[in-house]
């Protein structure tokens, strides 16, 4: 069954990420997972998912809202909001991509360092990862 698990990669059949544009400075990130991954595994993906955007635009920091209406406020969060999408584990953020640190800001290159080991541990030989 463990073969079966959502894998970290873009969104498939059994789960996977997938982010879109907000407005200019914001992202909306999304991870869904299968009936084979504990919420924990969805939300750590989904934080590192958080992170390689960040870092693909080229943005050493960023920041964590659990909604639109707590981005517009600056109620920031350190995880992504978890829930379940039919009765299966799904995980979500919106994205503040950062050129400088500020209070609630994560660090691109820590959260990647902290989480590549789970991350590729859970990927099958020549699996989807960055």
């Not at 080229?58 to 406020?73: E, H, I, N, T, V």
């Not at 920031?76 to 009765?87: D, F, Y």
């Amino acid at each position: 069954m463990a073969g079966c698990a959502t894998t970290y990669g873009s969104a498939g059949l059994t789960g996977g990420y997938n982010e879109r544009p907000v407005n200019d400075r914001l992202v909306k990130v999304d991870f869904y997972g299968n009936g084979f991954i504990t919420a924990d595994k969805i939300q750590a993906f989904a934080l590192y998912r958080c992170a390689e955007v960040a870092r693909d635009a080229r943005k050493p920091y960023f920041m964590l809202y659990d909604s639109l209406g707590a981005a517009a406020r600056g109620v920031s969060s350190q995880q992504p909001r978890v829930g379940t999408l039919g009765g299966k584990p799904a995980a979500f953020a919106i994205v503040a991509l950062l050129d400088q640190p500020r209070a609630g800001a994560q660090a691109v290159a820590e959260v990647i360092a902290q989480l590549a080991p789970m991350v590729q541990a859970a990927n099958p030989p020549g699996g989807v990862s960055k």
